[in-house]
């Protein structure tokens, strides 16, 4: 990938997190990434191929994320990582986060199913350490954690590591 294009997407990615998809225009990521409006439809045909373009990225970014959990045979350690990855945010990612939770709410690019071999991971630990209703505890710790990096990424309070602890002393890890 060129520098140039490199920077639209950088920049495509940070003003659709914080300023929304539909209220930013190309001309303002042309003129903050420093090029001209036609390099954006050179490389990406229009607004929507740029943001397929960063979806693209996410997917792969999501893997990548939750890989050590799918692959992870220990069904605590598969808990624990899955608690502890909102913790463990990287500041400089913000950005990113902000804007694929901002996709769940528009309909043409919410995918529910990106999240099913996490809560399928999560379901299938539950069920090895014998709990009753694992696929209810995945899905009211997968909300738990969604709702804690929500908070986190909208900067309002500051998640305190307490909650971590908890959730890792709730489940005897």
Known sequence: MTDKKE????VALELFANEGYSTTA??????????SEGLIFR???????????????????????????IFES?????IRHTIETPFNLDKSEYNF?????KLKWQEEYNNPHKMKPLYDK????????????????AQLLTYILDSITM????GKIEVSDKFRIFLLEKYNL
């Open 43 to 69: 490389h990406f045909e229009n607004k929507k191929g740029l943001l397929e373009a960063i979806i693209k990225d996410a997917d792969l970014k999501l893997g990548q994320v939750f890989a050590p959990i």
């Open 74 to 78: 220990d069904p605590k350690e598969v």
């Open 151 to 154: 908070v986190t990424l909208r």
């Open 122 to 137: 999560l379901t299938w630990a539950f069920t090895e350490l014998g709990y009753q209703q694992a696929e209810e505890e």
């Open 97 to 101: 986060w902000k804007l694929q939770y």
């Open 7 to 10: 920077k639209i997407i950088t």
């Open 26 to 35: 190309t001309s303002k990521i042309a003129r903050k990434a420093g090029v």
